[in-house]
Structures are given as C-alpha cells and as structure tokens.
DNA sequence: TTGACATATCGATGAATATCGATATAATAT
DNA sequence: ATATTATATCGATATTCATCGATATGTCAA
C-alpha cells in the first residue's frame, strides 16, 4: 500500500483512538460509537471506519444487520516493515543481524 | 512520541520525498528544492523540514548560512515500533520467537 | 407490509494545513 | 558599511478533512 495513504490513515487522534479498540477484537460500528463515550456520534465513525477500510487497514464481516470490524494486523506490520525499509535502513540492518546470530 | 504526531509528520507526499532524500545523507535547504525540481518552492521546503523537526524526525547542523538537514534513523525505528506493539502485537510476537531461536 | 434497528451517505460547516510571494533574519564576503 | 547568499517567517489563499444533523439504505421481526 502507498506510505503515505498509510501515514493519513493514522493521522487522526480519533481514528487511532478506533485502531485501539479494533485491535484485537471483532466490533460493530455501535459497539466503537459506545466506547468513544459520545466523543463523536454514529455518521463520523463510520467516516473513519470508511477510511481505515479504504487502506485496507481493517476485515469487515457483516453480520444480520451489523457490521463487525477489527484491525489488520498484517497489513499494519507490512506497512511498518516498509517505512522501515525506507526510513530507517541502518536499524533494519540491525534486526537482520539479529537473525543471523 | 506521540503517535499521532509522528503519523501527520508522514501524511504529506512532499514531506516523504524530503525524507527519501535525507534519509542517508545530510543536504542543505536549498539542496532539497533543487532535488525537488521546481515542485516546491524554498519557502514551502522550510515549512516542511520545520514539520519534521518539530517531530524530531531530522537531525539538523548548522554550517556557516547554512543548515543541513538528514533523516532521524532512530527516532523513526522507535515509532514504527511503537506503532508495531500497538496495532500489530501478534506480528511483534513473532519477531520475539524469531529472536528466542 | 410495516416498523424498528444498524449502518452508510449526503450536504454543510469549520478547522487544519500546503502552498505561495514578499520580506525579515542571519552569516559571510567585499 | 554594504552587498550577497541562505534560510526562516509572515500573511493570504485554496484545499483537505473532521464533524455534524438529516436522511437514505439495508436487514430483520412481527
């Protein structure tokens, strides 16, 4: 996926706030609503849940009338993995190293 | 550093081609709108590589009038895994066993 | 079919921010 | 001192985007 689709996906208190609760476990759209405790209504998370869908960043499954969403943990370490590939190669070096011993 | 912060500091396409740049080397501000060819103007490279120091994600050395910047390896490891413990615990697992071999 | 519930979409609004031209600041050279 | 060079800051503008209320869509139950 393209960095920086990736780095404005996580560019939001709100969103990551979200990825916390999608983490490691399966939730409806209400069951977020409820833990942001009114902090944003219905609509706006469905907005950010829209955009963590767009970069592939959650699994959706729907379920009667609910949809259930929870975090894309490969997608996050491949995106992870590339930035560091890309930004920090000295300390990917490192891990490499790690390996061999 | 905040998450979130570190995140903005990515969400701009410019901004990530400022640290491909500086990513292995240390430039100058004017090397970087040369780099950019015209994309940007001199201004605008300041306003970004201000961003990015903000967010301590440049190491910047000031020589005669002027300032070289270069990509801040460490810091971005530290957020990446950061990011990585957070939203991808289960691949940071692996990595963990990877070691215990 | 009608009503209730869950979620998505729409249109509007305000806030954040990328970009620019103009200019200020700072360092150096003449 | 003055001019030149390198960079930062300022003010304005346009665009992006988070948020909301209202409403549409879709699913199930009675």
Same mark, same amino acid.
């Given at each position: 996926m393209d960095q920086v689709k990736f780095a404005k996906a996580l560019a939001d208190e709100t969103r990551q706030e979200i990825m916390k609760f999608l983490c490691c476990e399966w939730l409806s759209?209400?069951?977020? %609503?409820?833990?942001? &405790?009114?902090r %944003? #209504? /219905?609509? @706006? %998370?469905?907005?950010?849940?829209?955009k963590l869908e767009e970069a592939e960043l959650v699994h %959706?499954?729907?379920?009667?009338?609910?949809?259930?969403?929870?975090? #894309? &943990?490969?997608?996050?370490?491949?995106?992870?993995? #590339?930035?560091? @590939? #890309?930004?920090?190669?000295?300390?990917v070096d /490192?891990?490499?190293?790690l390996r061999e011993v």
């Open positions: 759209v209400n069951d977020v %609503v409820d833990r942001l &405790q009114g %944003v #209504n /219905q609509p @706006t %998370v469905s907005h950010h849940l829209k %959706v499954r729907q379920e009667g009338r609910q949809r259930f969403y929870s975090l #894309n &943990q490969e997608m996050m370490s491949i995106c992870c993995g #590339n930035l560091m @590939t #890309n930004y920090a190669p000295e300390f /490192q891990v490499i190293k």
